[in-house]
């Protein structure tokens, strides 16, 4: 049995080029949301700073939505020890769902994106966690190499909530 297996239960099969390529799939999609979401905001005549908001309220959507959808697996991304971990991954997905429409709406925008700021810093951890131990989802099935693109990705979508929804507080 692999590492990964051993402390998970969760094996991937998939060679190492695939593992690559899931993780920067994985990574292409948050960056599609966020963008996608915003493009389409100035599209449609959006302020910049509305665009933004909407694009990382696109960002949690989807990866919140996720929680509901592939529980099981982020449940083997939590640290060995968290007790709950199903009622820890459906709760952070009802969190993530709920900050979309704070980010949006101007009079919500700073809270949620305190919030949002928050939830991003203490999700951190738990990538780092799931990458050493190569859970075979989201990318981290290949090890702290995931966490060159991850952690960056995580900063700049921290950055991004900051200037675009907390920074005109």
Known sequence: RS????????ASTQPSAAR???AVINLLIILAFLLGGSGCTILAGGSPETAGRVGIAAVFAFTG???FFK???MAAMLP???PGKMAVVILSGLFEVMLVPGLVVPVTACIAGVAACVF???AAPVNISAARRRVAFGGHSIGIR????????Q?????WTWWFAVRSC
């Open 146 to 153: 995931y966490l060159w693109i991850r952690l960056p990705l």
């Open 65 to 67: 939505v996720g929680h």
């Open 155 to 159: 900063a700049g979508l921290i950055v």
């Open 80 to 82: 060995v020890g968290v």
């Open 20 to 22: 690559t390529m899931a």
């Open 71 to 73: 529980g099981r697996e």
């Open 3 to 10: 590492e990964a297996t051993e402390c998970t239960g969760i």
């Open 120 to 122: 991003l810093v203490a």
